[in-house]
Structures are given as C-alpha cells and as structure tokens.
C-alpha cells in the first residue's frame, strides 16, 4: 500500500468520526492535535505491535499510555477474560474476584491498608481528594503545575497531558469557585510547597503528587523532593496522596512508593492493574480508608466499580507480573534505547534531553535539563512533531506528544530495541 494511500484512509476514517464524535475522538490527545496530521486508527494489536486500519504495523511505545505493562493481548489475561466474560459481564454486586484483587493491591503496594476499586484514574483521585478533606475538616489542596489528576473541576489548574498537549492551563466551563481551594505550584520545590502551606496554616488538606511527574513528560523526583513532601505532611496534618496511575506496578512491584521509600497516606491507581480494562482504585491507611460509606459518612460509588471483567484482567496481569518480575530487564533495555538515541542525536548535532526511569522515558527537544513543567515547555514542539512523523513512517509509534511518556513492555525484547534504534537513526539523518 503506497504512502499517499495510507494518508487518505487515515483522513477519511478521521473526517467521518468527526461528524459523530467531538473532534473525532473520545480523549483528545489522541487526535494528533499536537503533532498534525490525521491519527492512526487501529484494527488490532499483539505483544508490541499496533496494527492499523490503513495496513500499518507500528512498534508501540505508548502502550494505551502505559497500561499494557505485559503487552498487548497477552495470553493469560486473555484467557481469564474468555473465561469470565462467558459469566456474564457486570453483575452490579459483590463478587469474590473484587476481594482477591484488592488483597493482591494491598499484599504489594506498601502503604494501602484498605483500597477502593473504581471505574478509573479520574474517580480514584476523586474519592481519595474527597476523603482527605472528609478526613482532615480542611478544604485546600496543593497540586504540582503539569500534574495530570484527571479530569475532575478542581484539578485542571495548570495540568499537564492533553491539557499541555492543546497548551492550555485550565479548561473552559470550570467557574473559578471551583478551583478558589486548588493550590498548583512548580514541581520539586520544596521550599514554594513549605511556604505555601506556613501561609495557609490550618487550611491544606491534601498534598497529591505523582512521585514521578509523567503528564508533562518523564520528570524525575530529585533527591529529597518526596522525603520532603512526607515531612511537611506530617509536620501540619496534611494528607500525603501518592498519585501512582502510571507509576503504580510499573517502576517496581510494590509502585514508585517501593521505589523510593517513601509512603504516602492515600494512593491512586489505575493502568496496570486493570491490564487494558477500565479501572481504577485508591486506598491507604485503614484508620482514614474507614471513613468510605457504607462505613463512614465520605460518599464514594460506582456502578461498574468492581467490574467483573475489569478485575479478572487486573488479577491475571497482576499474577503475571510477580511471577515475571519483568522490572530489571525492563530498564536494561529501555537503557540501551535511550542511550542510542542520544548517542544518534549528538552524532547529527541534534540537541535534545532524555528523562527516564524504569521502564518509562521522555524525549525532550531542548538543551536544559527538564526538571519541571517550566522547562519542559522549552522544548522545541516543531521539531518533536518531524521525530514523531518520522518514526511513524519508519513503522514505530510514539505518544503523539512531546508532554507525554512513553514505556516499554515485556514483549519489547532486543530486536525490537534495535529495529527502533535503526529507525531513529534514519529519522535524525532526514531531519
């Protein structure tokens, strides 16, 4: 199929789904806003191939924005899924499947002693921001600028992802009343965080952080900045909300928490732990987690919460993942990726920066080290959409934006770090 073939399926498929759907797509950084041109739309996928309508096969480093830790349509998750979907696909009540994933949460992630399971990443901030403030009395929230929460009112002041992708810092339809208790202030600064709350005595009841920054780009912790956080926390009885949507079961077992040592009061999850499906969850301490309706008067629900299919693919995915133990392996290879790339860029005089960790990383067009939203909005965003373009026709897909991460998967093995490392090689050279 010829290249200018290939275009015109894309553009037709996009300019029919935009007289049904709002831009053409149901979450907007997928509509290639930030890099142009008309979006992939995929017919399938399998390990660490997407498989396009247009007859494309594509590399996939974005991995339905990393949820797909094992890969796409691993074997064990999809078995479970034949399986239970034969049941029946949502009861509306309790079922054993529920208790043995939220047991599993709790056996790995350090700090939950208790965890809600939700319908995604945006409730299960919902509930925790919720509970915090049913917990402590307080009203004020502190977030990090670039920080990505979900899509709830009062936590899309100066967000990240899409947000930064369409370079917005708040969003039409959300009266200021709504955001006069949100408090965003610059990532790793401690002293702004400690001034802030000295100011607001009495007044803050949650500090939530992603405790590695992943909606504004790959951004790491430095050295204190989470140790510093808990600190302050504990100091003025604030509530410490780790969110770990994308860290969660991605930078170890136990999430960026193990990681760093470092335990939080609540913590969100999402992502992996539904391997594909929609879920999300928080939990934490049992002495605030205990404040949930029905046992306490902090309100929290959901139809679909507790899906039976969702939870049976977070189970096998779950299962699989400590069994493997993919996390060393993982990072060696996202290693000698990242190291290639630099190494391509500098040979053809490309400045650029590579933040990464685990098994996630983010490629910045910049000479400054990125180490909060302020510097990743240096980059060079023109330069990033010719990589990004470059890649797709050399058959790998990144995130099509330069605010966002890219990870890596177990089926991502050597060869397929190669044939990515020869891609960008030839992507530079044209560039």
């Not at 170890?252 to 335990?263: L, T």
């Not at 040979?347 to 490629?363: A, C, P, V, W, Y």
Request: charged fraction near 25%; aromatic fraction near 10%; hydrophobic fraction near 40%.
């Amino acid at each position: 199929m010829t290249k200018e073939k290939t275009r015109n399926i894309d553009r037709e498929l996009f300019e029919t789904a935009k007289k049904y759907i709002p831009g053409g797509v149901n979450s907007p950084v997928r509509s290639f806003k930030a890099v142009g041109g008309s979006p992939v739309f995929v017919k399938r996928a399998k390990g660490s191939r997407l498989y396009a309508e247009n007859g494309g096969c594509f590399i996939d480093y974005c991995l339905s924005w990393g949820a797909l830790m094992m890969g796409h349509a691993y074997p064990r998750v999809i078995k479970g899924l034949e399986r239970v979907i034969k049941r029946g696909t949502s009861y509306g009540a309790v079922t054993k499947a529920e208790t043995e994933l939220a047991k599993l949460i709790v056996e790995a992630v350090p700090s939950i002693d208790r965890v809600r399971l939700t319908n995604s990443g945006t409730e299960a901030v919902m509930g925790a921001v919720r509970l915090a403030r049913g917990h402590t009395k307080k009203n004020a929230i502190i977030k990090f600028e670039g920080a990505y929460h979900g899509h709830a009112d009062y936590l899309l002041d100066e967000a990240g992802s899409g947000m930064a992708t369409l370079g917005r810092s708040a969003s039409s339809g959300v009266p200021e009343d709504f955001t006069r208790y949100t408090i965003s202030l610059p990532y790793n600064d401690l002293k702004k965080v400690e001034s802030m709350v000295e100011k607001l005595n009495g007044k803050i009841a949650a500090i939530i952080v992603e405790p590695v920054a992943a909606n504004s780009g790959v951004i790491i912790p430095e050295a204190e900045f989470l140790r510093g956080l808990r600190k302050i926390a504990d100091k003025f009885n604030i509530v410490l909300i780790f969110d770990e949507v994308i860290t969660g079961f991605r930078l170890s077992y136990g999430g960026a928490q193990e990681f760093f040592d470092v335990k939080p009061d609540l913590t969100c999850l999402g992502k992996i732990i539904g391997g594909g499906l929609p879920i999300g969850a928080f939990g934490g301490k049992k002495e605030i987690m205990r404040l949930l309706a029905p046992e306490g008067s902090v309100y929290q629900a959901g139809t679909l919460s507790g899906n039976p299919v969702a939870v049976t693919s977070g189970i096998s995915t779950l299962k699989e993942l400590k069994k493997v133990n993919p996390y060393a392996i993982l990072e060696k290879r996202k290693e000698k990726l990242c190291s290639g790339i630099k190494s391509s860029a500098e040979k053809r005089g490309i400045k650029l920066e590579i933040n990464s960790i685990g098994s996630m990383f983010s490629i910045f067009f910049t000479d400054r080290k990125v180490k909060n939203f302020s510097t990743a909005k240096t980059q060079d965003t023109d330069l990033f959409k010719e990589f990004f373009h470059g890649l797709l026709k050399e058959g790998v897909y990144f995130s099509p934006s330069g605010f966002e991460a890219n990870f890596l998967s177990t089926f991502h093995k050597d060869a397929e770090i190669n044939k990515t490392l020869e891609a960008v090689e030839r992507t530079f050279k044209a560039m």
